[in-house]
């Protein structure tokens, strides 16, 4: 059975810090819509197709989170965020 592609044109990965200062940062869980912005602090990967979108270190921008709400309303996995929240590098870090 066939699915419907969703069409994404995503930037470039913008790194604001080391992988390894945001995975090991103080983070915190903010919904999506409140990630814009923020520095992303841990995977986020739908599947399929399985390939990370967000990666830790990684400035989370609006297209992102219209990718993941769009994947989520086709009820597909994405691992990495949790009732709707994902986690971002503490604002006080």
């Known amino acids: 059975h066939h699915r419907r ?13 080391l992988p390894a200062d945001a995975f090991f940062g103080e983070r915190e869980s903010v919904p999506l819509e409140d990630a814009r912005g923020r520095i992303c602090s841990g995977l ?11 990666v830790p ?4 921008q609006q297209v992102h989170i219209d990718y993941l709400k769009a994947l989520d309303s086709q009820k ?10 994902i986690y971002v590098l503490s604002v006080s870090s």
């Open 5 to 17: 592609k969703i069409s994404v044109n995503l930037p470039p990965i913008e790194l604001k810090c």
């Open 44 to 54: 986020v990967t739908p599947y399929p197709p399985g390939i990370p979108l967000l």
């Open 57 to 60: 270190g990684q400035l989370i």
């Open 76 to 85: 597909l996995t994405i691992q990495g965020a949790y009732n709707g929240e």
